[in-house]
């Protein structure tokens, strides 16, 4: 499962149990829900941590390669990465 997935599934589940607790307290829904999105980005903070930097690390990495490839892919259209020409081989059995 990505970091993504597990970090986003985590805030969720986060929010979800928040409101399940302000759900017993007697006030206006809007409310509950702003306070349950408040409460729940505050949880996470600490209590998501090494997820959230699983993601960050998967991002830097997947960004990392892009820009690695876009690199070689415009040094290529540029002929710069020319690869070097391999003397043909010949088979065993065609030696004769």
């Known amino acids: 499962m ?12 986060l929010f979800v149990a928040v409101l399940g607790g302000l759900w017993l307290i007697d006030m ?3 409310l509950k829900l702003m306070l349950a999105l408040v409460f729940s980005a505050a949880l996470s903070f600490f209590l998501l941590r090494g997820w ?9 990495e ?10 070689r892919l415009r040094s290529a259209l540029a002929g710069e990465d020319q690869p070097t020409p391999e003397p043909p081989t010949q088979a065993p059995d065609s030696q004769r």
């Open 62 to 71: 997947a960004s990392e390669r892009r820009r690695t490839e876009k690199e």
């Open 2 to 13: 990505s970091a993504a997935l597990k970090y986003t599934l985590g805030r969720i589940g």
């Open 28 to 30: 206006n829904v809007f």
């Open 52 to 60: 959230r930097d699983e993601m960050a690390g998967e991002i830097a």
